[in-house]
């Protein structure tokens, strides 16, 4: 916040557990008693505590955390900011992950919340254009060893082709 200050900006820190809807919703009130308003709209929190988990490892309570964290806390600050973003043709910065995308190994509870993020973000692009509210995804990854390794598959490589930047060398 002192950078932001120092650059001319102003800016608040807001605790929220983001699997609460009423503290998303305090969450945004103390933003609209803070600013008037909202223009831009960025979901990146998840816990990413226990995501990673091999397929037949995996049980509900890993899903639950994952979605609660990710999924549903995106569509509940979506939907509390709607009308704000409504009112100033705002924008939506929704963050997935490339672990969905190229479905990687172990990561399938925060995998699967993060694909569902994305399908949601496609479909309130759609409804909400109308509103001319714009929707962005992003998807990030990092280079790790498992990635390192499914880099290798030709699927896999067939679709970082088509990722604009690729993948960079961690080194």
């Not at 509390?80 to 009112?87: D, E, G, I, S, V």
């Amino acid at each position: 916040m002192r950078e932001i200050a120092e650059a001319g900006g102003t800016a608040i820190a807001i605790q929220c557990d983001v699997t609460s809807k009423e503290q998303i919703d305090t969450a945004v009130a103390a933003t609209i008693d803070a600013f008037g308003t909202v223009h831009v709209l960025v979901n990146n929190a998840h816990d990413r505590k226990g995501q990673q988990s091999p397929f037949m490892q995996t049980d509900e309570a890993g899903f639950q955390q994952q979605f609660a964290t990710g999924l549903f806390s995106t569509v509940h600050f979506m939907q509390t900011c709607y009308p704000f973003l409504k009112a100033n043709e705002g924008n939506v910065i929704n963050f997935a992950s490339g672990a969905g995308v190229l479905g990687a190994y172990g990561f399938t509870p925060y995998a699967a919340a993060k694909e569902a993020i994305r399908a949601v973000s496609r479909v309130a692009a759609r409804e909400w254009a109308a509103d001319k509210i714009n929707i962005n995804i992003i998807c990030p990854t990092s280079m790790t060893d498992a990635l390192e390794d499914a880099i290798k598959d030709p699927g896999v490589l067939e679709i970082v082709s088509r990722t604009p930047l690729g993948i960079r060398d961690r080194r």
